[in-house]
């Protein structure tokens, strides 16, 4: 083997390394996430938890909106792959209840522009989260961010 033919790989997959870089730098990325904290109101300490969503990427990332999940049912394996064959979705909603937050009378301020490498957080009362948890089988909640392309991205599930 020549020095070219050698040069010539050794070219061919660096180019391909940073194809590859580029097209994983090029694509939003962000996060969600959900914490125990306090937040004062009115002169009072409420207790509840914090949604926030973080933008990982070097863009802007546009928010449509923030939804609190809750378990209706538990899904055994079986389920989830005779779904996942029926539509062909692997989905991490599955047993899990969609519910908004502003219909709990949470002021949110959706939609939202979120600048490279910044967050957004919504604080959740306890009274919200406890009026949301007693409709379910347990005590876990979970959230679900989308941006205004549809791309959903949900939080590990809190136990509270």
């Given at each position: 083997m020549k020095i070219t033919e050698i040069l010539a790989i050794y070219a061919a997959c660096l180019s391909t390394l940073?194809?590859?870089?580029?097209?994983?730098?090029?694509?939003?990325?962000?996060?969600?996430?959900?914490?125990?904290?306090?937040?004062?109101?009115?002169?009072?300490?409420?207790?509840?938890?914090?949604?926030?969503?973080?933008?990982?990427?070097?863009?802007?990332?546009?928010?449509?909106?923030?939804?609190?999940?809750?378990?209706?049912?538990?899904?055994?394996?079986?389920?989830?792959?005779?779904?996942?064959?029926?539509?062909?979705?692997?989905?991490?909603?599955?047993?899990?209840?969609?519910?908004?937050?502003?219909?709990?009378g949470v002021e949110h301020n959706f939609p939202v522009e979120l600048e490279a490498f910044q967050s957004h957080e919504l604080f959740i009362p306890n009274s919200v989260v406890d009026e949301v948890l007693e409709k379910g089988i347990n005590r876990k909640i979970k959230a679900k961010a989308q941006d205004q392309l549809w791309r959903n991205k949900y939080s590990k599930a809190l136990e509270y």
């Open positions: 940073v194809f590859v870089w580029n097209i994983a730098k090029a694509t939003p990325k962000f996060k969600v996430d959900l914490l125990h904290g306090i937040e004062e109101k009115d002169g009072e300490y409420v207790e509840g938890i914090y949604v926030i969503v973080r933008n990982h990427s070097s863009h802007k990332i546009h928010l449509a909106g923030l939804v609190l999940l809750y378990q209706s049912e538990k899904q055994s394996i079986l389920k989830k792959l005779l779904h996942f064959i029926k539509y062909r979705n692997w989905s991490n909603s599955l047993g899990w209840v969609h519910c908004y937050p502003s219909s709990y």
